[in-house]
C-alpha cells in the first residue's frame, strides 16, 4: 500500500483532539462555559494588544492558538501505559519528559505526549499528560493486593482500536476510513464511566490510602480527567471566573505575570462531584470527584541555564512562604514570586543575549536582499543588528512538575502523603513504558538549530 494513500498522523491527532473536545464538553458542561470564557478573553487581547496579534501571526500560533488543548489521564498498570504509547504513536505523539509527582504525595509518575517537531505542532500542539499509578507506595499490602486484582481484571481499550493499532504499526499508517475509526474506538478508553468496578467499602479503603489511588483503580477505565485550552491572558481568566459561576483555585501555577511569559502558568476550577453506581448499589447513590477544568498561559521556552534560574526563584518563594500557597495566602505569595522575579529579565532581547531561553530564527526581506552585498553581517548577532535577521522565542510545549502538583494537589485535597516524597524511580518508568522519554530540551536546541540552519541556507552563509 502507497503511503500517500494514508492519512498524516498530524491529521489523525488533530482529528482526535476535536473529537475528545467535543466529548468533554458533552460530559462536563462546565468546561463548554470554560471555553467560552477563554474565547471571549482571548479575542479581547488581540484586539487591545495589536503586537501580540502580530506576533502570533508571524509565528504561525494564530491558526492553532483556538485548537490548543491538553488532557490528562492516569492508568493502573504497565501494561495499560505501554498499549498507550503505541495509541498515541499513530497520531504522531511520542513521550517527552519524566516527573516525578510523589514529592508532592502523589503516588505516580508521568510523562507527556505530544508532537515533536515544530511543523507537526503547528498543524496539532495536542498533548496528553500521562500518569502511571505507582502501586508499590501503597503501604497497606493487602489493599496493594487488592488493587492488582481489580486493575488485571479490567481492558482499557476496544478491541477494534487494537486491531487498528497492530494495522498501523505493520502497514505503517491508516487509510482516511481506518483513521476515523480509529478516533472514535480510541475515545472509548477516555470517557466518563458512571458505574464503578469496586463497592462502595471498597472504594472508601482506596480512598482513604489516596485519592487518587481510588480514582485510578475504581473505574473500568482511565476517564480523562480535565481538558485544557490554552489563554493569553490568565489573569483575566481567573478574574472572571467567579462572575461565570466558575470557582478558581486560590493560585495560578507557574511564573509571575510578565510581559514577556515564560514557560506554562495554569489555573484551573475544583473538581467536579459526579454520581456513580458502586456494585453493591442499584443505582448512582455514591459520589467520586476526579474531572476538572484547567485553563493555561504558555511562554517562552528556557535553556537549563533559563530553568535553573527559574528554579531557584520559584524555590526561594516557597521557601520565604513556608507553607503550601493556598487562598489563605495566594495575596502573600504572589507578592513573594513578583518579588523574586524580578531577577529573572523580562525582555525576549535579554533573555536571548543572557543564553536564557530559546528561538526560532527567520531571514528577512532585508536580509534576503542584502544576500549578495560584500561585507554584509555573518554573526547571528550582528545579522539581528542590522535587521537581516528576526527571531521569536519558542513556545513552551511541556509542563512543570510543581505546577502539576498544585493543581492534582487542589483538585485531591491538601492531605499529601509526605512520606511519598524521594521515591522517584524513572527507570521502572521507562521500562514499563517500553521506551525511554525524550528529554524536551533537546527538542527545543534542535528546532532552535534548525532555524538557523535554514537563516544560514536562505542568506547565502556558510553556517550561523
Known amino acids: 500500500m502507497s503511503n500517500q494513500r ?57 491558526q492553532r492558538l483556538d485548537l490548543e488543548r491538553h488532557g490528562a489521564i492516569r492508568v493502573g498498570t504497565a501494561a495499560e ?32 505526549f505530544r508532537a515533536v517537531h515544530e ?57 482516511a476510513d481506518a483513521a476515523e475509526d480509529f478516533i472514535q474506538q480510541a475515545l472509548e478508553t477516555f470517557r466518563w464511566h458512571h458505574h464503578a468496578t469496586v463497592s462502595a467499602a471498597q472504594y472508601a479503603n482506596l480512598s482513604a490510602q489516596h485519592r487518587l489511588i481510588a480514582d485510578v483503580v475504581a473505574f473500568k477505565g482511565p476517564h480523562i480527567n480535565h481538558l485544557t485550552p490554552r489563554t493569553l491572558d490568565i489573569d483575566e481568566v481567573q478574574r472572571l471566573m467567579p462572575t461565570h459561576g466558575i470557582t478558581p483555585k486560590a493560585v495560578v501555577e507557574g ?31 455514591g459520589s467520586h470527584s476526579a474531572r476538572f477544568g484547567e485553563i493555561e498561559q504558555r511562554g517562552a521556552a528556557l535553556t537549563p541555564k533559563g530553568r535553573m534560574l527559574y528554579d531557584r526563584l520559584l524555590n526561594a518563594a516557597r521557601d520565604e512562604l513556608g507553607d503550601f500557597p493556598s ?35 527567520f531571514a528577512s526581506e532585508a536580509g534576503l536582499a542584502a544576500r549578495t552585498e ?35 494537589q487542589s483538585n485531591l485535597g491538601d492531605d499529601s502523603q509526605s512520606h511519598y516524597a524521594g521515591r522517584s524511580n524513572r527507570q521502572a518508568f521507562e521500562t514499563a513504558l517500553g521506551r525511554p522519554t525524550l528529554d ?25
Request: negative net charge.
Open 440 to 464: 524536551e530540551l533537546q527538542l527545543y536546541a534542535q528546532t532552535q538549530r534548525r532555524s538557523l540552519e535554514q537563516c544560514a541556507e536562505a542568506l547565502g552563509l556558510p553556517a550561523l
Open 6 to 62: 494514508f492519512v498524516s498522523p498530524d491529521l489523525i491527532r488533530q482529528g482526535f483532539s476535536r473529537a475528545m473536545s467535543d466529548m468533554y464538553r458533552e460530559e462536563v458542561p462546565l468546561y463548554g462555559d470554560l471555553m467560552q470564557l477563554v474565547a471571549k478573553v482571548n479575542a479581547q487581547v488581540l484586539e487591545q494588544q495589536p503586537a501580540i496579534a502580530r506576533h502570533l501571526r508571524h509565528t504561525g500560533e494564530l
Open 374 to 408: 560584500p561585507g554584509r553581517p555573518t554573526t547571528v548577532q550582528a545579522l539581528l543588528a542590522a535587521g537581516h535577521l528576526g527571531c521569536e522565542p519558542l513556545v513552551y510545549e511541556d509542563f512543570l512538575p510543581v505546577s502539576a502538583a498544585g493543581i492534582f
Open 327 to 361: 487562598e489563605a495566602n495566594a495575596q502573600r505569595y504572589n507578592q513573594l514570586m513578583q518579588q523574586h522575579f524580578a531577577q529573572f529579565p523580562d525582555s525576549h532581547d535579554a533573555m536571548r543575549q543572557q543564553g536564557l531561553a530559546y528561538f526560532r530564527y
Open 81 to 112: 501505559l505501554a498499549t498507550l504509547a503505541r495509541l498515541f504513536a499513530v497520531m504522531g505523539m511520542q513521550p517527552v519528559g519524566y516527573y516525578d509527582l510523589t514529592p508532592a504525595g502523589v503516588p505516580v509518575h508521568s510523562t507527556a
Open 255 to 285: 511564573p509571575p505575570r510578565r510581559d514577556c511569559p515564560i514557560l506554562l502558568r495554569q489555573t484551573s476550577f475544583k473538581a467536579l462531584e459526579e454520581s456513580v453506581a458502586f456494585t453493591d448499589q442499584a443505582h448512582n447513590q
Open 119 to 175: 511543523q507537526a505542532l503547528q498543524v496539532s500542539p495536542f498533548r496528553v499528560f500521562t500518569s502511571l499509578l505507582r502501586l508499590e507506595l501503597i503501604d497497606n499490602p493487602e489493599l496493594r493486593a487488592f488493587a492488582e486484582q481489580v486493575l488485571a481484571r479490567r481492558s482499557i481499550f476496544t478491541p477494534k482500536v487494537l486491531e487498528l493499532i497492530r494495522l498501523a504499526e505493520d502497514q505503517g499508517g491508516l487509510a
